[in-house]
């Protein structure tokens, strides 16, 4: 089960970009790296995933060094609405047909005019 | 987009009832699951189900908790007995059956026992 930390909080104003590090030492071989997004009384949303090197979609980009141990969640340009709580899960707990995913306390994030 | 949802929204009752809480999943999901959120503190997991069966459980998943799948589209939750400390959010997520272990999350249902 990877362990993951992750900062408590982060403070940016609207139209920076905001990189949020979380460190994974002992993520397994097969596992990937999942960051997901969770707004006050909402459930948590699926942001991106990724294995190694550089993901990017419509919301995020991903960046994963080559030793997999940490990886960074780069936000462009946030606004008011991107204020929430980042989670980086490191795979989940598995069994034979289920993937627990193992929250943790997640990074909160507050975007400022 | 597909999404999962849930019902109510937000259940109160007293302590000793019993509650059931509703989920569609995501149609063509195979894996579903279920969590709670204390107020102020994490999520935390409390059942896999695959398959008709329960695949994992936490120990937060007494006897006092159970699933099914009555039907081809609904996922419920019942807790027999409530006490104080059941009042959280209760969310529901459903995941395909890839490699990756991405989980499609419902809105909740806040569950307030008195």
């Known amino acids: 089960l990877a362990k993951t930390t992750q900062p408590i909080s982060m403070d940016s104003y609207e139209g920076q970009e905001v990189n949020i590090t979380c460190s994974h030492n002992?993520?397994?071989?097969?596992?990937?790296i999942t960051w997901y997004q969770q707004f006050p009384s909402q459930g948590p949303r699926f942001i991106i995933q990724g294995y190694k090197t550089k993901v990017t979609n419509e919301v995020a980009s991903l960046f994963i060094p080559a030793d997999r141990k940490s990886s960074t969640l780069s936000l462009p340009r946030v606004s008011l609405s991107d204020t929430a709580v980042y989670y980086c899960l490191g795979g989940g707990r598995r069994s034979n047909s289920g993937y627990a995913l193992n929250f943790g306390k997640g990074t909160s994030l507050l975007v400022t005019p | 987009e597909p999404e999962v949802t849930q019902t109510p929204s937000h259940q109160v009752t007293q302590m000793g009832q019993e509650v059931i809480l509703r989920c569609v999943p995501i149609s063509n999901h195979l894996y579903f699951y279920w969590y709670r959120q204390i107020l102020g503190q994490k999520v935390e997991f409390l059942v896999s189900?695959?398959?008709?069966?329960?695949?994992?459980k936490s120990e937060i998943f007494d006897d006092q908790f159970s699933v099914e799948r009555p039907d081809g589209s609904n996922f419920t939750l019942k807790i027999r007995s409530t006490k104080l400390e059941d009042s959280a959010m209760y969310f529901c997520?459903?995941?395909?059956?890839?490699?990756?272990?991405?989980?499609?999350f419902g809105p909740g249902t806040r569950l307030t026992v008195l």
């Open positions: 002992n993520i397994a071989t097969n596992d990937y």
């Open positions: 189900f695959y398959n008709n069966e329960i695949s994992e």
């Open positions: 997520a459903s995941r395909l059956a890839d490699l990756t272990d991405t989980q499609y």
